[in-house]
């Protein structure tokens, strides 16, 4: 049984940082998709930042309200997925979902076959 487990949400003042982690259960081989998405209430679930394993920074997506702001990365040798959240806004307020074992257009939700409990992120 896959187990993906988030850290690293709370409250954080506009324009500050936060790193979520989310720690594998497997390894992740190379072509899958690995992502971070987003909800907050009332609105659908989006994609903040995917990547595709063992492609390099040119699989990786980034939704547009977070490019340049935030980074995903993958550490092999801990199985963790990171999102490095800087100069935050209020609008990331959210819950932020990793997910993992995803196929296909990496940035679609329901490509996924695991996903983590979920870490709240609060910006005010």
């Known amino acids: 049984h896959v187990q993906l487990v988030e850290s690293g949400g709370g409250s954080v003042q506009a324009g500050g940082s936060l790193r979520l982690s989310c720690v594998s259960s497997v390894f992740a081989y190379s072509g899958i998709c690995l992502g971070w998405f987003r909800q907050a209430p009332g609105k659908e679930r989006e994609a903040v930042a995917v990547?595709?394993?063992?492609?390099?920074?040119?699989?990786?997506y980034y939704s547009d309200s977070v490019k340049g702001r935030f980074t995903i990365s993958w550490d092999n040798a801990k199985n963790t997925l990171y999102l490095q959240m800087n100069s935050s806004k209020p609008l990331d307020t959210a819950m932020y979902y990793c997910?993992?074992?995803?196929?296909?257009?990496?940035?679609?939700?329901?490509?996924?076959?695991?996903w983590g409990h979920g870490t709240q992120v609060t910006v005010s």
């Open positions: 990547m595709r394993v063992g492609y390099g920074d040119g699989s990786t």
């Open positions: 997910a993992a074992e995803g196929g296909g257009l990496c940035r679609r939700a329901d490509n996924y076959k695991y």
